[in-house]
Nanobody, 116 residues
Framework: QVQLVESGGGLVQAGESLRLSCAAS????????MGWYRQAPGKQRELVAR????????YYIDSVKGRFTISRDIASSTVYLQMNSLKPDDTAVYYC?????????WGKGSLVTVSP
């Protein structure tokens, strides 16, 4: 069973930065795509960014373009989400996701709260 463990969330003020980490229990190469989703209170979960097996950053939601960067460290099987210039609208629980042959794996989430 694949495990994804997020860390790095917290409470920050608008304009500050955070880096989320997602440690996978399997090699990153075993997944076709890995990504970060978020779910704000009262809203549906949305895809924030994803990175393919080959390392191509294939998607960012418009609202985070230029502020967030997804990256990975193969040796430690970790995917990161660097979040700069955070805004109150970025407040959400952030989930790590991995896809392997149509099977989806999820972390338990990491709360990010951005105060005005």
């Amino acid at each position: 069973q694949v495990q994804l463990v997020e860390s790095g969330g917290g409470l920050v003020q608008a304009g500050e930065s955070l880096r989320l980490s997602c440690a996978a229990s399997a090699s990153i190469f075993s997944f076709h795509v890995m990504g970060w989703y978020r779910q704000a209170p009262g809203k549906q979960r949305e895809l924030v960014a994803r990175i393919t097996n080959g390392g191509t950053t294939s998607y960012y939601i418009d609202s985070v373009k230029g502020r967030f960067t997804i990256s990975r460290d193969i040796a430690s099987s970790t995917v990161y989400l660097q979040m700069n210039s955070l805004k109150p609208d970025d407040t959400a629980v952030y989930y790590c996701n991995a896809n392997r042959g149509g099977m989806e794996f999820w972390g338990k989430g990491s709360l990010v709260t951005v105060s005005p």
